[in-house]
Each structure stands twice: as C-alpha cells, then as structure tokens.
C-alpha cells in the first residue's frame, strides 16, 4: 500500500503523456513536429527550465476541447491515486491556452468534468490553482484573472510559473492584490531557477501561503531560519529538480539536510510525464537516493495533508 500523500505542485498541462498527446493530436487533426512517441520521448533531454517549458508549451497544441482537458485530468488522477495520493492542488496554465485561442471556459469547464467527480470516481479530493505566467506582461495576468471570473467557485487560488529568472515576484503586485481581494489563496514558484531574494519577495509583497520549489533557500541561512520559524511550506519537486538540472543527481539533492534543518518540506511531481515519474515515484526515488527513513517519509506525507488548503475536517478524511 502506498503511502497516503497530498500533491501540492502539479502542473496538469505536465501530465500529458507521449501515448495521450499522440491520441488528442489525431482526435483534432492536430500534426506533431514527431514521428512517434518514441522520437518525442527523446526529446525529453533538458538543459534546463526554459528548454523544458519550450517542449511543454508546444505539446499543449493538443489541447483543444472541454473534452481533452477531462481526459488529460483523468489520466492524471488515476495515476496519482494508484500511486496514494488522496488529495491533488492542481495548477493550470490558462494564458498558454488563451493564446491559441481556447477560451477560460473549455478549461475550466473541462478539468472540472474530471474534478468535480474524482472523489468518487478516483478517491481523490481536488483543488484548482490557476497559475499566471511570469514571462508574461502583468497587464496579462491582470487580464487572466479576469476572465477567470465567472469561475471562481472552481479556482480555490493563484500561483506564478514559467520562467522565473528576470520575472521577480513584485510584477505581480498588483494581480495577487487582486487575487487575495476576490478570497483565492496565494502561492508562487521561487528560488527553482531565481534567487532567494525572490522567495523573500513572494512572502513580503505577494502574501503567499507556500512557496512552490524554494530550492534555493539553502542559500540564504537567514531565510531558512524564517522559513522554520513561520513554518513555510515548501513543495519540492526532487525528479524535476534533476532533469532541470537545478541538481546534479538525487544524490546532491539538500532535502534531507532541509528536513534537518526544520523545513516544512513537501514533496511533489512538477510535470510528471517529462520528468521520469509521479508523486509516488518521488517518494521512492529519494528513499532509494538519499536513505530517508520510514519516519522522514511519513513526515513528508503528514506535511502534505497539514500544507494543503484542505479544511480541517477534510483533511483528516483524506488521511
Ligand atoms: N517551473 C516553472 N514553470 C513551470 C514548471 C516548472 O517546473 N512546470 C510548468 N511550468
Ligand atoms: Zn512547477
């Protein structure tokens, strides 16, 4: 039985596997720049963030109808509930369908076909978090949240991804402003590729709740020490961090001198279907890499559960 886990950083535009992506491509006509799903695969060799998100947003192109997002989204949750996870916080991209003309409803609409039934249907409670694109103009994400507004009884927050060097968090002052106005809940990518000054601004001036990689903390002992001290969660993503070459290997990976430290880590996927494995497939990974200890792994579950945005009640019935 695998251990019960939530997943708190899941990009669902990263879960779309070779096998998926050549299905949808047929089903709309869509042509692929790949012969197979063999050739596509060994694409799959990152230098690092930015050559990752090139491939993902041009997979994306897929991506076309209510129907493939439910389809993308339930193919997930399966996976993700085979290996024990119970709980998914799920990001969403919207402004990298929105450039190719798929509306914010075919989305939302869409993964909540998926969503909205998956306890039922998978076992798994769910939250939706749509995700701004920090290489983007602060005027667009001001924009996305906007049109996200009739949906909002699905969306529980906002994060910030894409590529993060040059994109400090203070551009988007203004849109989590915003955001925190409307009741969503807050929470950003820092310190994956950028500097822990960026993890610094994401609390001061963005408010959020978790901090989504926060690699690069270790960094800066006066920030680890605030980090322990306001029990930030951190959701560490291990198997991205080696296929973005943030790390060497596993083995180099600083999680168990972070838990050691006092951080509230979690660990997550990222994009599973690029980067070698889901939530599960993490855990296993950095017991084999790094020796965790049965005690350590089940403190990396319970911090899961107690990092989520699940409510209390809820939270003791996913675990
Ligand atoms: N980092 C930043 N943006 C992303 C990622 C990531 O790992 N995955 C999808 N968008
Ligand atoms: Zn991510």
């Given at each position: 039985?695998?251990l019960?886990?939530?997943?708190?950083?899941l990009?669902?535009?990263?879960?779309?596997?070779?096998?998926?992506?050549?299905?949808?491509?047929?089903?709309?006509?869509?042509?692929?720049?790949?012969?197979?799903?063999?050739?596509?695969?060994?694409?799959?060799?990152?230098?690092?963030?930015?050559?990752?998100?090139?491939?993902?947003?041009?997979?994306?192109?897929?991506?076309?109808?209510?129907?493939?997002?439910?389809?993308?989204?339930?193919?997930?949750?399966?996976?993700?509930?085979?290996?024990?996870?119970?709980?998914?916080?799920?990001?969403?991209?919207?402004q990298?369908?929105?450039?190719?003309?798929?509306?914010?409803?075919?989305?939302?609409?869409g993964?909540?076909?998926?969503?909205?039934?998956?306890?039922?249907?998978?076992?798994?409670?769910?939250?939706?978090?749509?995700?701004?694109?920090?290489?983007?103009?602060?005027?667009?994400?001001?924009?996305?949240?906007?049109?996200?507004?009739?949906?909002?009884?699905?969306?529980?927050?906002?994060?910030?991804?894409?590529?993060?060097?040059?994109h400090?968090?203070?551009?988007?002052?203004?849109?989590?402003?915003?955001?925190?106005?409307?009741?969503?809940?807050?929470?950003?990518?820092?310190?994956?590729?950028g500097?822990?000054?960026?993890?610094?601004?994401?609390?001061?001036?963005?408010?959020?709740?978790?901090?989504?990689?926060?690699?690069?903390s270790?960094?800066?002992?006066?920030?680890?020490?605030?980090?322990?001290?306001?029990?930030?969660?951190?959701?560490?993503?291990?198997?991205?961090?080696?296929?973005?070459?943030?790390?060497?290997?596993?083995?180099?990976?600083?999680?168990?001198?972070?838990?050691?430290?006092?951080?509230?880590?979690?660990?997550?996927?990222?994009?599973?279907?690029?980067?070698?494995?889901?939530?599960?497939?993490?855990?296993?990974?950095?017991?084999?890499?790094?020796?965790?200890?049965?005690?350590?792994?089940?403190?990396?579950?319970?911090?899961?559960?107690?990092?989520?945005?699940?409510?209390?009640?809820?939270?003791?019935?996913?675990?």
């Amino acid at each position: 039985m695998p251990l019960p886990k939530a997943e708190l950083h899941l990009h669902i535009e990263g879960t779309l596997e070779p096998e998926l992506a050549f299905a949808l491509a047929a089903r709309n006509g869509v042509s692929l720049p790949y012969a197979d799903e063999d050739a596509l695969r060994e694409a799959y060799r990152f230098a690092d963030l930015q050559s990752f998100l090139n491939l993902y947003y041009e997979l994306m192109a897929v991506l076309r109808t209510e129907r493939d997002f439910e389809d993308l989204a339930n193919a997930y949750l399966a996976r993700a509930a085979a290996q024990g996870v119970r709980h998914a916080e799920i990001f969403f991209d919207p402004q990298a369908h929105l450039a190719r003309g798929v509306e914010m409803g075919t989305v939302v609409e869409g993964l909540w076909r998926a969503l909205g039934s998956s306890r039922e249907n998978h076992g798994v409670s769910t939250r939706l978090i749509l995700c701004f694109l920090r290489d983007e103009s602060a005027e667009s994400a001001m924009a996305t949240l906007d049109a996200a507004k009739p949906y909002l009884d699905r969306i529980t927050g906002v994060g910030l991804d894409s590529a993060e060097v040059g994109h400090p968090p203070v551009k988007f002052r203004e849109v989590y402003e915003a955001a925190a106005a409307l009741g969503l809940r807050r929470v950003a990518h820092a310190g994956e590729e950028g500097p822990p000054e960026y993890v610094v601004e994401a609390l001061d001036v963005l408010g959020v709740e978790r901090i989504d990689h926060g690699l690069r903390s270790v960094e800066d002992p006066a920030l680890v020490e605030r980090l322990v001290r306001e029990r930030v969660p951190l959701t560490l993503c291990p198997l991205s961090n080696v296929r973005l070459r943030t790390v060497d290997t596993l083995a180099d990976h600083p999680l168990p001198a972070m838990l050691d430290a006092g951080l509230m880590c979690t660990v997550n996927s990222d994009d599973p279907a690029y980067f070698g494995g889901y939530a599960g497939d993490n855990f296993d990974a950095v017991r084999e890499a790094l020796g965790l200890t049965g005690e350590r792994l089940r403190e990396l579950a319970r911090n899961s559960f107690l990092a989520s945005f699940l409510e209390d009640d809820e939270e003791l019935r996913a675990r």
